[in-house]
C-alpha cells in the first residue's frame, strides 16, 4: 500500500518522457468572480476516451493534496486537499460536450474565494501514458458602489469619486447628461491593506452641466456606478452671507443613488431619460462640439437606452400619471400622535414635545399608509406647509416593508431593514438614511415632496414637487410588500399633509399664491 502511495505520489517523475496525453487548456486566463462559480476548461485533443484513467487537479506543488482526485471510474475525497472539498466538481467545458468520454477533464470551483487565485494544473494518466496542463484563474472582486461627492472650486464643481475593494483594477468611465463620457481630471489607484485596489478619480465640471455619473467595472456589463445631479446642488446650494463666491464653501455634498444597499445591480443612469434633462438641453450647446466626435459611441449606446421600458418619466406632470392617494393608518399609532378623521393629515400632539425634550429625531411617532405596493410604480405627494405657516423643519417621508413601526432606535431605521426615507431634522438638516447617512443640501423651505415608486426597477425618487426638481433616487431591491411612511416630527405649526389627487392641482395653484404673495 505504502509502495503504491509512493508511486503514485512519484508518477510525474517516474513517467518522464512518456508525456504522450494532448492535453489543452484556455489560452488566457479564466477569470472568477468572487463567491461565485467557474469552469477550468480541460481536455484531450485528439479527443480520447479517458473515464478508465486517473484524473487529477492540483495547485502548485500539492500533487499529493489535489483540488479534484478521479480514479477508478469516480471522484474521491481521499487525498482531497481540505479547502475544496465539496467545492470541486469535473464539468463540461461546453453543454455539448459528452465529458470524460471524449476526453473533457474541465473542472468546476464552486463558491470562490481571493485564495483561489492562480495556477491550476490538470493531469491524467492512464495506462498509455500521462499529461498535463497549467491554466491560470484570476479572481474577480467587485469593490463598493462609488460615493461621489461635491466640491465647489471658484465657479466649477469638482466632483470627486472613490470606491475601493476591486481586484483587479477597475476601469473608470464619467458621463454626463446625455450619457457621454468624458475625461476625468485626475485618477489615482492605490492598494489598500488587505491587496484590494482604490480608485479615485475627480472631475472639474462647469455647473451647465447636469447629471453626472461614475461608473466603475472590470468587464463591462456588469458597473458599479452613481449618479449625481449637480445642477440640483447648485441651485440648492445656499448662497454666501458676504457675497465671497457663489457658494458656501465646503458645503461638501454626497449624492447618490446609494447603490450600496442590499443586492444592488446597476443603476443605468443613462436610461433614465428625462424631460428635464431635455429642457435643460440648450445649456449644452456649448459642449457640442466634444459631443460630435463622441457620437458614435453615444450611438452605441442608444441601443442599450431604448431597450427601456419606462413607467418612470421623471418630470412631476408625468409622474403624477402614477398618482395614487394614500391614506394614513391610524391604527397602531403612538399616543403623541394626531391624525385626522380624513386620515390625510398627521401631526404630533402637545404632549409629543413633553415626552420628547432630549435630542434626536422622535422615530416613533412614525404612521404608515393603508396603500401596499408589491409591483408597479405610485406617486404621492405631501405637503410641508400649511396656510400662513412656515415649512416644516422636521420631518420624514419614505416607504417601508414594516408595517408599522414605533422604536425610536435610528439603527433599525436603515435599507438593509427595510426603511427608505428622505429625513429632515434641526440638528442635521435633511439627509438620506443610507449607510452612512447622506446629507443634502436641499433648500430648507422644501414645501411639497413628490415620492415616486418604481417597484421594479427598485427605485425610490423624491422631488421637490412645487419646483419640478428631481432630488435624488435612491436604488435597492424591494420585496413583499411596500407600504408608505411618514413623520411629523416635533415642534412644527405646519402639519404633514397627504396631497389627495383631486387637490393636487388646487394645492400646486396655492403653493404658486404664496410664492407670488
Ligand atoms: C461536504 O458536504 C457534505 C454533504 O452535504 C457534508 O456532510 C460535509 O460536512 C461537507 N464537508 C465540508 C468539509 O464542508
Ligand atoms: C478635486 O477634488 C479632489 C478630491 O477631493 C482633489 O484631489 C483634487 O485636487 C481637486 N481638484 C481641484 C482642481 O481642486
Known sequence: MLTL??????????????????????????????????????????????????????RPHKFGKPVLFYRDHKVTTDLQEESYINRSALALREPQSAGLKVGDLSLRLDNLNTDDGGIFHCFVSGVSGYGSAATTLNILVQGSSPVLSVQFKDDFLNVSCSSCGWQPQPRIEWKSNRNTPFRPGGLVYSQAENKLTCVQSWALLSPSFHEVSCSLFITKGDERESTVDIQTISRL??????????????????????LAMIGVGVFLYGKYKTGYMQAKADEEDQRKDEEDQRKDEEDQRKDEEDQLTVCSKPSITDLRKHAVNITLNSSNVYPDVFINSNRNVVRDRASAAENNKGPG?????????????????????VKLTAPSTKPKKSWLIGVTKASHYLNNDKNDLTPSKGFWFLCSDEETGIHINTEPEISLPVNPSLEVVGVFLDYEKGELSFYNAKKDVHLFTMKTKFQGE???????????????TINLIESITESRGESAENASA
Open 482 to 496: 411596500i407600504v408608505p411612511f411618514f413623520n411629523p416630527g416635533i415642534g412644527d405649526k405646519a402639519p404633514l
Open 5 to 58: 502511495a509512493v508511486i503514485v505520489l512519484l508518477w510525474p517523475q517516474l513517467t518522464q518522457g512518456s508525456d504522450s496525453l494532448p492535453v489543452k487548456v484556455a489560452n488566457a486566463a479564466v477569470i472568477g468572480k468572487l463567491g461565485s462559480s467557474v469552469v477550468l476548461p480541460c481536455w484531450l485533443d485528439p479527443s480520447l476516451d479517458i473515464s478508465n484513467m486517473e484524473i487529477r487537479w492540483y
Open 361 to 381: 429625531f422622535p422615530y416613533y411617532l412614525s404612521v404608515c399608509g393603508i396603500n401596499s405596493f408589491t409591483s408597479g410604480c405610485a406617486y404621492w405627494e
Open 237 to 258: 446650494m445656499v448662497p454666501a452671507e458676504d457675497g465671497s463666491g457663489f457658494w458656501k464653501a465646503l458645503f461638501a455634498v454626497a449624492l447618490l443613488a446609494a
